[in-house]
């Protein structure tokens, strides 16, 4: 199992000095070559002075030994110069990186960790969009550094919509949450990145972080180009990729008749979706979102907005069928509470059966995780905006023969509010990922 160092520092209380002896951060050897190294160097330099080193070492461990024991004295030697040598190894490493600070030696221990440890992790495809696409990335990060976010390019509201209309790009918005959510959750640059402008004619209810791609997109030409330059800045763990980067639109049909066209519109058509489908109606893959998918270890679809975060994702030409392909371990991460206007009344099965639809009847997901525990104080406001917890239907869920993960999945808090928490989502998936992997 792969654990994030600051929870092993948590559980056990391990010293900033004993961290950097952690397994699997490989350093240890390093050390061990560098002792060997200035030893050789010390010897040659006596040699040269004619001082007879090998003669004069002998000559003082023999009458050392004469009142100390061989084995005694060997130990106090070794032990004193492996304490000299780690800690001036160490003290100056730091001191020419200006990390002397304690926050400075957990940031490069977390730096030496992430590349080491999470770079032999499983490799991670998410696909989806919204908060819960980033919500899930910021729990994942802490296993695996091998993420491939993939996201929804279909949002036409909000500060995404507006830089969308007057500039011509893809929708920004899902993108640069993802890319904040693979940062550095305690970096001024990742907060920076997420900051809203509150003010100012034209700014205001932009984020810094999609006028900051608008603009990478307009100097590198392409938003894939600017997803990699923005992820270089905040050093994120993983990747992020659109879709596509076909200018897609989605539209709804609804079972009264209706077509609603526009991703802001389908929630407030207030109906039962028939059918999702996208303008133009043949969007393109983009070829690095179906490599990831064909090399992945683990897919991950959800949470989020069933019509609006996750389906559309499937109707983009090829991810279904490299999905489908793609011999990794499957899962669908399924939403805790109804959406009213989107999954009214939905069940677990509601929701799988959606996808498989969508998905063109096949069955894309080997497992649904879904939660088993629900806060006791559970606010108001969700009964008064007709939103109910979405109910675990075996009877249906059987059929359809696909593994159900039950776990507790909600984030604590006080005002009853219903949230994933990210850790806990991470860790489910994780378990049920190597208990399938065992199984075989």
Same mark, same amino acid.
């Given at each position: 199992?792969t654990?994030?160092i ?20 490989e350093?240890?050897?390093w050390?061990l ?40 004295l ?10 000299i ?24 221990l ?20 919204g ?12 296993y ?19 830089l969308?209309n !007057? ?35 034209g ?6 972080g999609n ?12 938003m ?10 905040l ?24 077509v ?7 929630p407030?058509?207030?109906?039962q ?21 064909? !090399? ?25 069928d ?14 805790i ?6 999954t009214?009344d939905?069940?677990?099965a509601?929701?799988?059966n ?5 998905a ?17 104080n559970?606010?108001?406001?969700y ?5 109910i ?24 808090n ?27």
């Amino acid at each position: 199992m792969t654990f994030n160092i600051d929870e092993l520092k948590e559980n056990v209380n391990v010293k900033k000095e004993v961290g950097w002896l952690l397994p699997g951060l490989e350093v240890k050897r390093w050390f061990l070559l560098i002792f060997l190294g200035s030893i050789m160097i010390v010897l040659g330099f006596m040699v040269f002075a004619e001082l007879h080193p090998l003669y004069t070492t002998v000559a003082l461990i023999q009458r050392a030994a004469f009142t100390l024991p061989s084995k005694l004295l060997a130990a106090i030697f070794i032990g004193i110069g492996a304490i000299i040598f780690f800690k001036g190894w160490q003290k100056t490493t730091l001191s020419i990186m200006d990390m002397n600070s304690e926050k400075g030696n957990s940031a490069i221990l977390e730096k030496l960790y992430r590349r080491r440890k999470l770079s032999r992790g499983a490799k991670v495809v998410a696909i989806g969009g919204g908060t819960g696409l980033s919500m899930l990335l910021r729990g994942i990060k802490k296993y695996t550094s091998n993420i491939t976010a993939i996201v929804t390019v279909g949002d036409d509201g909000g500060s995404s919509g507006r830089l969308r209309n !007057e500039m011509g790009i893809l929708p920004p918005g899902d993108i640069r949450n993802c890319i904040a959510a693979l940062g550095d959750d305690e970096d001024l640059i990742t907060e920076l990145f997420q900051y809203r402008f509150k003010t100012g004619e034209g700014l205001e209810g932009h984020s810094f972080g999609n006028l900051f791609l608008t603009a990478l997109c307009s100097i590198t030409g392409n938003m894939v180009k600017a997803i990699k330059e923005s992820a270089n800045v905040l050093n994120i763990r993983g990747v992020v990729l659109p879709a596509t980067l076909d200018d897609m639109k989605l539209g709804a049909e609804f079972e009264d008749g209706r077509v609603v066209h526009g991703e802001s519109n389908i929630p407030e058509a207030h109906g039962q979706i028939k059918q999702l489908f996208t303008e133009p109606a043949n969007c393109t893959a983009l070829p690095e979102a179906i490599t990831a998918i064909g !090399e992945a270890d683990l897919i991950i679809l959800g949470p989020g907005s069933l019509y609006t975060s996750v389906i559309p994702n499937l109707l983009v030409n090829g991810i279904v069928d490299a999905v489908t392909k793609a011999k990794a371990r499957k899962i669908y991460v399924c939403n805790i509470m109804t959406q009213p206007g989107e999954t009214t009344d939905y069940t677990v099965a509601s929701h799988v059966n959606a996808l498989f639809k969508h998905a063109g009847g096949r069955k894309i997901v080997d497992a649904v995780l879904v939660n088993n525990r629900l806060p006791d104080n559970i606010s108001e406001g969700y009964a008064k905006a007709g939103s109910i917890p979405v109910r675990l239907d075996m009877e249906n869920i059987a059929p359809i023969g696909i593994e159900i993960v039950s776990q507790k999945l909600i984030q604590e808090n006080k005002e009853g509010l219903v949230r994933h928490s990210s850790n806990r989502v991470a860790r489910a998936i994780h378990y049920w990922y190597r208990k399938s992997i065992k199984r075989g």
